[in-house]
């Protein structure tokens, strides 16, 4: 991914991020910068007041190469993928992959945070996570999720979210 394209990426994350949160709590963040190539957190964004608050973006798939898929950069989802998958299906050398909320779509969150929470970024930092497939109702396996991370320190002291990929939903995770 170029550094522009990321970018773009991280500020409509930010932009559609803020719309859902500054309705919900009442505030006024705008974005003002997004990072630059090894900067991090990615987004920096200002309230009417002065306040700062940074967002780090990133971005959950229900399955490995589903987001290159979605950038163009890979056939894992394309006419052709699809009709060898159902030709193995059919002569019984695979099953076909279903996806499910409670389970690989939730591993594959529990993977992305525990990377996230790796790292410290600071203060006045927000985790935002971005779907990037089907809309999934995130409720469904929010305790398993806090219940992987019950011991673990959350780097994110304004939060851990996570956006639609219409970006019409916000759920809040921690």
């Not at 190539?37 to 229900?62: F, Q, R």
Request: aromatic letters at 6%.
């Amino acid at each position: 991914m170029s550094d522009t394209e990321t970018q773009a990426i991280e500020r409509a994350t930010a932009e559609g991020f803020l719309a859902l949160y500054n309705e919900s709590l009442g505030v006024d963040y705008r974005v003002v910068r997004v990072a630059g190539p090894g900067e991090s957190p990615d987004v920096e964004c200002v309230n009417s007041a002065g306040s700062v608050l940074w967002l780090e973006v990133t971005m959950t798939e229900d399955n490995p190469g589903d987001i290159p898929a979605l950038l163009g950069r890979s056939n894992h989802k394309s006419v052709d993928a699809l009709r060898d998958l159902l030709r193995r299906v059919k002569m019984g050398t695979v099953k076909m992959p279903v996806n499910r909320i409670d389970e690989n779509v939730k591993e594959v969150l529990i993977q992305r945070l525990q990377r996230k929470f790796q790292k410290r970024y600071g203060a006045n930092v927000a985790l935002v996570v971005r779907e990037t497939s089907l809309p999934w109702d995130w409720e469904l396996i929010l305790p398993d999720v806090r219940t992987a991370f019950r011991c673990s320190s959350i780097p994110f002291d304004r939060g851990v979210w996570l956006l639609s990929c219409g970006k019409d939903r916000l759920t809040h995770v921690f």
